[in-house]
């Protein structure tokens, strides 16, 4: 089975809305990242967050590791963040990632 | 200055035939990784490498063969290309510390089998 599922697939914001984005994963992971993927389809690393909350900029992410769940929160959303999330955790043994399917974010002006 | 780079940016190639994909990082970093990403979906990893001389299969290497002469440089390798391989692919390397690795990826390489 799929060891990153995210939530929701897709979602559509006006802008000054905040978005929250929700992370499952199925094993024990030493370390979480969200990533941000451009329409254009570069990857950039948002935060790694493992446990607890992280901050940067509009960006707030918290991992309850013993629940395995992460989120993304954003607030004030601007149409530059339109874009597609994407979730990985490392399970630490062999440094391998595994991916989420993404969720696809909407800002509309 | 990107520090890991790809090339080439985008390919077309025939059935049958041989394509290969590299990889440049500056980061110094031990461990590189070749992933896959399909319309609509996240990335899979094919194969990586702990450093220079080694490579791993990933979950999805069949169909592909990786190099890893240097440091530097990670190959991926289609020697006999299928149209099912026209993705994307990306390359990143990873720094392997504290029991997690915070990987950085390439631009990636649009890749069309015809």
């Known amino acids: 089975g799929q060891q990153v599922q995210q939530s929701p697939s897709s979602l559509v914001l006006q802008e000054g809305e905040n978005a929250e984005l929700q992370c499952n994963f199925s094993?024990?992971?030493?370390?979480l990242q969200w990533f941000y993927q451009s329409p254009g389809g570069s990857l950039v690393s948002l935060l790694s967050?493992?446990?607890g909350t992280k901050h940067t900029g509009r960006l707030t992410s918290t991992t309850v590791t013993k629940e395995r769940r992460s989120s993304l929160h954003i607030s004030s959303s601007q149409t530059t963040d339109s874009g597609t999330y994407l979730c990985a955790i490392d399970r630490g043994n062999n440094n391998r990632i595994f991916f989420g399917d993404g969720t696809q974010l909407v800002v509309k002006p | 200055e990107a520090a890991v780079t790809q090339s080439p940016r985008n390919k077309v190639a025939v059935t049958g035939g041989k394509v290969t994909l590299s990889c440049n990082q500056t980061?110094?970093?031990?461990?590189m990784y070749w992933y896959r990403q399909d319309t609509g979906h996240g990335l899979r990893l094919i194969h990586y490498s702990y450093g220079a001389g080694s490579t791993e299969k990933g979950d999805i290497p069949d169909g592909y063969k990786a190099s890893r002469p240097s440091q530097e440089n990670f190959s991926l390798i289609l020697e006999l290309a299928t149209p099912s391989q026209t993705s994307v692919y990306f390359c990143?390397?990873?720094?392997?510390?504290?029991?997690?690795?915070?990987?950085?990826f390439g631009p990636g390489t649009r890749l069309l089998v015809l």
């Open positions: 990143a390397s990873g720094d392997g510390l504290g029991g997690g690795d915070t990987q950085y």
């Open positions: 980061n110094n970093h031990n461990n």
């Open positions: 094993s024990t992971a030493t370390q």
């Open positions: 967050n493992p446990s």
